[in-house]
């Protein structure tokens, strides 16, 4: 849900924007205001996706293996393709300085190339990690899944050429344990 929740203050704060920035003027802040109320709109859109992204993410884990019970929170972690998505929808807003272009940004694109093809999710669980780990030990929570490293808090998981690596991190704080999951296909 912190997708719906952030959209709802880019939302108030790209009202806030409007107003500064089309219907009552100030000459100094009429540009910056006019700027954020673009830039704030985007991320509106981006952050609601998210929060829609969030609310299936259980559902789209359930199709590849058993989510963790006792589930607490969920987040949806952004592929690099959708984050570079975003990077280019700001790089076109008017009075960005950001063009896309330097040596270092086509660098680290070519690196997430390889990323695009993986998917991410985390569920927060009030079960411990060697709990959660031993959940996805049993067969019948893993499917048709076989263990392809298995070494505390780190589970790697096969199915021809796809793979799922569970991480387990305990918030000590918040007295949950993170899951992590990467899932990624076409690789041997």
């Known amino acids: ?55 299936r993410a259980v559902d789209e884990l359930a199709a590849l293996i058993d989510p963790v019970p006792e589930i607490v929170a969920v987040l949806y972690v952004p592929t690099p393709g959708e984050m570079q998505t975003i990077a280019n929808a700001m790089a076109a807003v008017p009075g960005s300085t950001r063009t896309g272009n330097t040596q270092a940004e086509r660098r680290q694109l070519a690196m997430n190339v390889e990323g695009l093809r993986a998917r991410h999710w985390r569920l927060d669980t009030a079960m411990s990690p060697d709990s959660v780990i031993g959940f996805y030990r049993e067969q019948r929570h893993r499917r048709d899944w076989q263990i392809a490293s298995d070494s505390p808090p780190f589970l790697t998981l096969k199915r021809g050429v796809e793979s799922l690596m569970i991480y387990t991190s305990r918030d000590r704080l918040r007295s949950i344990t993170e899951v992590w999951y990467m899932y990624k296909q076409g690789s041997e």
Request: with cysteine; aromatic share 20%.
């Open 1 to 55: 849900m912190t997708g719906f929740v952030l959209a709802a203050v880019c939302a108030g704060l790209c009202v806030l924007n409007v107003y500064i920035g089309f219907v009552r003027p100030p000459p100094v802040f009429r540009r910056y205001a006019q700027t954020g109320a673009i830039v704030f709109f985007l991320l509106t859109i981006f952050s609601a996706y998210f929060g829609w992204r969030e609310i």
